[in-house]
């Protein structure tokens, strides 16, 4: 049973910093992309990073670079979005997929939420 289970959410303040994680089980999670994509209220899905299946040259969307950083370990099947410079426009519900942002999508978490309030 194919499985990604997002954790790590949570309340921040704005300026602090949270580390989501996503945890794979059911495929062969070493030869995927794999990406961070959010959904705020009312909002459409918003593409945040992708990275190869080797961990290489990662991606990031205009409105997260410089403040995400993506990473993965194969041996551990995880994925892990660190955020840093959170403000109140990231609250939204974070979702881990599988492939590339710009690819088909085989797999999605149920998704994690963030909230960035005082």
């Known amino acids: 049973q194919v499985q990604l289970v997002e954790s790590g959410g949570g309340l921040a303040q704005p300026g602090e910093s949270l580390r989501l994680s996503c945890t794979a089980s059911?495929?062969?999670?070493?030869?995927?992309?794999m990406s961070w994509a959010r959904q705020a209220p009312g909002k459409g899905l918003e593409w945040l990073a992708s990275?190869?299946?080797?961990?290489?040259?990662?991606w990031y969307g205009d409105s997260v670079k410089d403040r995400f950083t993506i990473s993965r370990n194969n041996v551990k099947n995880e994925v892990y979005l660190q955020m840093n410079m959170l403000n109140p426009e990231d609250t939204a519900q974070y979702f881990c997929?599988?492939?590339?942002?710009?690819?088909?999508?085989?797999?999605w978490g149920r998704g994690t939420q963030v909230t960035v309030s005082y």
């Open positions: 997929v599988s492939g590339w942002h710009s690819s088909p999508h085989d797999y």
């Open positions: 059911g495929f062969k999670f070493d030869v995927y992309a």
């Open positions: 990275i190869f299946s080797d961990g290489s040259d990662p």
